[in-house]
Every structure is written in structure tokens, then in C-alpha cells.
């Protein structure tokens, strides 16, 4: 795990909000956690799914749901998936993904 060097760290993407913000401080010796991709992109799925449909949605669905309507949400989950799994997620798409 890395750690942060300079204390007082200059961020010009903050610049045209004002001189004092573009500060950034930063304890000494404060740990920056590694970005795992994979688990970025399970998330993503996973938020996505579940802005579709909740977990009770889903065990409803699979409890009593039609013929149709299981095969919809399996889709739609199966789609999610595929995005994540694939060679380049790209969020655009992940987008175009509707129930």
C-alpha cells in the first residue's frame, strides 16, 4: 500500500474554484487503499441490478413471478453480467442495459 509524501498537495483541477480550494491536505503517513478493478466493476453490476430490481423484487419474482416475468429479469441480470465479464466494460453501455 502507498502512502501519501506531501502533506500539502496542489489539485489544479480545483483551480477555478478558488485559490484556497485547490489545496488539498492530507494527513502525514495517511495509507491510499490500491483501486481493484474487478471489484469497481462488480459493484457497478451489482448497483445496477439492484436499481432494477431489490433482493425481496427478485425473491418475489422467483417465488411467484410468471413465466415472463422470470425470463425478463434473467435477461437483464445475464446482460449486467456479460458487460462486467467482458474484455472492456464500458459504462456507456452499461447504461444502454434496461430491464
Not at 87 to 95: H, I, M, Q, R
Request: aromatic share 10%; hydrophobic share 35%.
Amino acid at each position: 500500500m502507498d502512502y501519501i509524501e506531501n502533506i500539502n498537495e496542489f489539485n489544479e483541477e480545483m483551480t477555478g474554484q478558488g485559490q484556497d480550494n485547490a489545496w488539498v491536505d492530507y494527513a502525514e503517513g495517511t495509507e491510499v487503499p490500491e483501486v481493484n478493478p474487478d471489484s469497481y466493476l462488480r459493484a457497478a453490476a451489482e448497483g445496477k441490478i439492484l436499481s432494477a430490481y431489490t433482493i425481496q423484487q427478485q425473491l418475489n419474482i422467483v417465488r411467484r413471478g410468471k413465466k415472463e416475468e422470470i425470463e425478463a429479469m434473467g435477461k437483464f441480470i445475464d446482460a449486467v453480467l456479460a458487460w462486467r465479464s467482458g474484455a472492456n466494460p464500458d459504462f456507456e453501455e452499461l447504461e444502454k442495459i434496461q430491464p
